[in-house]
């Protein structure tokens, strides 16, 4: 994999979200290879499609991090990671990790989120700032 | 004859008995009293006897002495005379006892004579010799009248026992018989009664017949309130069971609409904070990029900002209506159905601009309707905004067809277009609050269809649809009193 471009995924249905994150992530300085998907649904069969996408992307998949919004069309995040955690069974993706990204943080699906172990951290959208998502970005993955 | 009356003749005939019974043994016992005061009368005789042998040998006269001794005497025949009362007399006369009175009254006036003697000997008036020939006069008068007394009074005591014991015995017997049998009578009503209550319906197709036939008048009583009774009974309970069925139905309705309230309220302050806080991200990479000169990239941010803003506005307009659609209001007023959609396409003309889509509208009613206007347009304006959203790009002339007619009882809807559909996996979920199926397409508050959904409950109607790649089809039937 390629150890200067290190891809991620963003999962968010509100393109404007998307372009918020991507612009935090590009002021912060890592150089990052970007994924984008608008809902649950289509972040599954980017995972489903699993041998197909390694070939189509032979250096930067599987991404190493998710960014997963909660609140989205069709498959929402909550139902995107019960599927996900199932996936993982089957698909090489141990060193994938997730961190939320949403509005809003109920106090019951952040309990059921946290259970998984591959999630990593829970960011309210607008409360970092590029050098904060840095660090938890540092923390959660390999990155150095 | 009635229950009661029974139980009261019996009660009378127990009084009788026993007031014939204690009348008996008091009668006998009077006639023990007698043979009593008759040897009382004996034993003061005696007494009085040996007084007068002892002054004839010698002893001085103590008057008070002889006095008493002759008084004691005079106590039996009083006595005596008192204890016989009317009744007895009735009895002595019938059996020709009664000369045991007179026998009494005679005793009390040889002890008068006696005592008058003496009285006249206190005085002087006779001397020693007289007193005691008058009082052995009287010894003599008292000992016969103590003979002479017993042969009435066993006659008497005899007859009283031959007569009041075989009464007494004879009454006790009718008695035993006669309450027997209304005890009978009784029980057997009561048995009546219980076999028809217990007889199978079929076989009694006249309860109210038997009855009167078979119960006496307080049984029908009875019966009759313990049938109002019961019927109230049953009712009542009924009633509770009903009440509790309301309960529930009442519990579960409210614990869903505070389910929804609770998601509604969840998923609004979310939705409502959402294009704010990127507001305030995009605000602050604008200000990054005039600060780097990038004014284009500036501009654009700009212009999400204004995305988000009418997003935010559109969002706040939708839960007003929401909120509204549950709030009745009496304004039931003509509908032009025309104008109506004439005003709903221009609202839309921001949609319908780089839209391909026809709008083809036939309305059709026989009569005036009269309802809230606002209702319908909002389910109209709703239904065909989606129709307009999800238009099918790779078709190739994309429409939206508005049918409104109606019949006796009912107003139509049905909006039709040959749009992408919705896909099958979300059908059950087409009326909840914040869904969205395309997420590349859907712009809206996600309340939309929530907001037809209310509106038609509120109306009493119905919504359905058919949908699949080839397009959609929603019925909506409102019921309209005339």
Known sequence: MDKKHPPVLIVDDSEIDRYILKRLLKESGLDLTIFEKIDGKEALEFFEDYEENRKKYPDLYPPILIFLDINMPRVDGIEFLETFSHLRKYIQVDSCVIIMFSSSERKEDKEKIMAYDFVKDYVVKGSLTAEELKEKIMSVTLLV | ?482
């Open chain 2, 1 to 482: 004859m009635q229950i009661s009356k029974k139980l009261k003749l019996i009660v009378a005939l127990t009084i009788l008995e026993i007031s014939i019974t204690v009348f008996s043994a008091l009668e006998i016992a009077k006639g023990a009293k007698f043979h009593q005061l008759n040897f009382l009368h004996l034993k003061h005789y005696t007494h009085f006897s040996e007084l007068l042998l002892s002054i004839e040998n010698g002893r001085p006269i103590v008057t008070h002495e002889i006095k008493s001794a002759i008084l004691n005497i005079k106590q039996q025949p009083i006595e005596c005379i008192e204890q016989i009362n009317i009744l007895n007399k009735i009895v002595m006369r019938a059996i020709n006892t009664i000369d045991a009175l007179d026998i009494c009254i005679k005793d009390i006036k040889d002890a008068d004579s006696a005592l008058t003697s003496l009285s006249k000997f206190n005085d002087n008036e006779v001397n020693k010799t007289q007193l005691l020939a008058d009082l052995t006069y009287a010894l003599k008068a008292f000992k016969t009248n103590s003979d002479d007394f017993e042969s009435p009074i066993n006659k008497t005591v005899s007859f009283l026992l031959t007569t009041l014991i075989p009464l007494v015995i004879l009454i006790s017997i009718f008695n035993i018989i006669f309450i027997t049998y209304l005890s009978r009578t009784i029980s057997s009503s009561i048995k009546d009664l219980t076999t028809i209550l217990w007889s199978k319906p079929e076989d009694n197709l006249n309860l109210e017949d038997s009855l009167e036939k078979h119960t006496s008048s307080e049984l029908k009583e009875l019966m009759t309130a313990a049938r109002n009774r019961i019927k109230k009974e049953l009712f009542n309970l009924e009633n509770s069971k009903e009440l509790q069925a309301i309960v529930n139905e009442k519990t579960i309705s409210l614990r869903k609409a505070n389910e929804e309230l609770s998601q509604f309220a969840y998923r609004t302050s979310h939705d409502l904070k959402s294009p704010l806080s990127s507001a305030k991200a995009l605000a602050q990479f604008i200000s990054l990029d005039i600060d780097q000169g990038d004014l284009l990239e500036a501009k654009s941010n700009a212009n999400k900002i204004s995305q988000q803003m009418t997003k935010l506005e559109t969002l706040v307009v939708d839960i007003l209506l929401l909120a509204q659609a549950d709030i009745g209001s009496n304004k039931q007023l003509p509908i032009d159905f025309d104008a109506m959609v004439v005003d709903m396409t221009e609202r839309l003309s921001w949609l319908r601009k780089d839209n391909p889509c026809s709008i083809d509208i036939n309305i059709s009613l026989s009569r005036v309707i009269s309802s809230e206007q606002i209702r319908f347009s909002q389910i109209i304006e709703n239904l065909i905004s989606n129709s307009l959203k999800y238009y099918d790009e790779s078709k190739a002339s994309p429409y939206v067809k508005l049918d409104i007619f109606d019949n006796d009882e009912s107003i139509f809807i049905n909006i039709s277009d040959n749009g992408i559909g919705i896909p099958q996996e979300y059908q059950r979920e087409v009326f909840s609050m914040f869904k969205r199926f395309h997420p590349n397409k859907s712009n809206g508050s996600g309340l939309g269809m929530a907001i037809v959904k209310k509106h038609i409950d509120y109306l009493n109607g119905t919504i359905t649809f058919e949908s699949s790649s080839q397009g959609t089809l929603f019925k909506i039937i409102i019921p309209m009193t005339t």
